[in-house]
Every structure is written in structure tokens, then in C-alpha cells.
Antibody, heavy 126, light 105 residues
């Protein structure tokens, strides 16, 4: 059964880089139909797509975060990672990793987040 | 960029039918997915591709999508359905609605 688990520091200093890893078990990360994504949720707020990566290395980023985000994949470890640069207090959130199923039905793209990790809280403070 | 609009809150009496809407320009031409998020938990997919239920989701959950509005319908609402609900589409990236808090009275 597919499981995703986030890991990484729960506290990040302002202006530094937030780094998280998602470990995938129960399925290979090297599958054509999936992207592996990161989503965050600030306290009391809604869901925000950060971005995702295909095992081939193709990425998709939220335009509003693109300049500060790098998402990469390590197929040998069945893991993918998030780096968010120059963090501020507004980056404090619960960060989720998830599997994004991605395919086309005729001309319509279908992209849905079928399985999520439990989430990890990241605080930004000096 | 494409935007999805959801009501902040919806209330429903126990055992009645709740309808949560998701508005977007010609959203009927896209595939809409719905997620349920209970306090302290990760979101969970409850409807995909407008009207399909993943395995394990009760038949009480249904969805529709036409014109400028997609709708998540929860029949015979239960206390356990109290949660935040998010709609989601693809528009060159993943787009979420702002979320709707469902209260069961």
C-alpha cells in the first residue's frame, strides 16, 4: 500500500532555505503517470500547490513560488525533495507531499492528488 | 490565472443534503476533484473527475460539473462529514479552491 512520509527540520531561520524530503513506500517513484508533489497549508488557511516532479526530472511549479522553489527526485532512494529559498514568516505552514496522477482524456488534462503524506509543520523563526 | 470560488461555509441539518459549490470560468470544460480535510488530518480525495468516488468513499458523496459551477453533494449528512472541502482543477498547474467549512447541525 502506497505511503508517503515527510521529513526535515521543523524550524527554519528567516532568510535561510527550507529543505524537506518525502519518502515513498509501497510503489515505485519511477512511473510515467505520476508526478510527486508538495502542497502547503498556512495556519487556518487553504491548500496551496508548491510544485511537483516527474521521475524523469520534469517539474511543475506554482508561478507565485517558482523563483524560490526547487523540487528534485532521487529514484535510487525512492524519494523526492523540496527546497524553498529565502524563507519568511509567511512560509510557515504544514507541508504535505502527495502523489499527483496525471493523464489526458482526449484534450483535457486530468491531474489529481490521490495519496497524501500526513504533513509536517514548519515554523520560521530566529 | 484560473480561479476557483467556494463559499466559506455551508451548514446542513443532520440527515439532510449538503451542496458545496465550486465556481470557475467554464469549469464544466475541466475535470474537477474534491478533497475532504478533517481537523489535524491530511486532505483525502472524495470525488475525482467530476463525479467518481474512490474506493471506500460512501455513495452519499456525489459530484456534478456543468457550465460555470461544479457541485459536491453529500446526502444524509452525518456528524463525521464535518470538515473542510476543497475543489481542485488543472490549469497548467494545480489550482485549489479556497475551501468550504461544512457544519452539520
Amino acid at each position: 500500500q502506497l505511503q508517503l512520509q515527510e521529513s526535515g527540520p521543523g524550524l527554519v531561520t528567516p532568510s535561510e532555505t527550507l529543505s524537506l524530503t518525502c519518502s515513498v513506500s509501497g510503489d515505485s517513484i519511477s512511473s510515467d503517470n505520476y508526478y510527486w508533489g508538495w502542497i502547503r497549508q498556512s495556519p487556518g488557511k487553504g491548500l496551496e500547490w508548491i510544485g511537483g516532479v516527474h521521475y524523469s526530472g520534469i517539474t511543475n511549479y506554482n508561478p507565485s513560488l517558482r523563483s524560490r522553489v526547487t523540487i528534485s527526485v532521487d529514484t535510487s532512494k525512492n524519494q523526492f525533495s523540496l527546497q524553498l529559498n529565502s524563507v519568511t514568516a509567511t512560509d510557515a505552514a504544514v507541508y504535505y507531499c502527495a502523489r499527483l496522477t496525471f493523464f489526458k482524456v482526449r484534450i483535457t488534462v486530468v491531474a489529481l492528488l490521490e495519496k497524501w503524506g500526513q504533513g509536517t509543520l514548519v515554523t520560521v523563526s530566529s | 490565472s484560473y480561479e476557483l470560488t467556494q463559499p466559506l461555509s455551508v451548514s446542513v441539518a443532520l440527515g439532510q443534503t449538503a451542496r458545496i459549490t465550486c465556481g470557475g470560468n467554464n469549469i464544466g470544460g475541466r475535470k474537477v476533484h474534491w478533497y475532504q480535510q478533517k481537523p489535524g488530518q491530511a486532505p483525502m480525495l472524495v470525488i475525482y473527475r467530476d463525479s467518481n468516488r474512490p474506493s471506500g468513499i460512501p455513495e452519499r458523496f456525489s459530484g456534478s460539473n456543468s457550465g460555470n459551477t461544479a457541485t459536491l453533494t453529500i446526502s444524509r449528512a452525518q456528524d463525521g462529514d464535518e470538515a473542510d472541502y476543497y475543489c481542485q482543477v488543472w490549469d497548467t498547474t494545480v489550482i485549489f479552491g479556497g475551501g468550504t467549512k461544512l457544519t452539520v447541525l
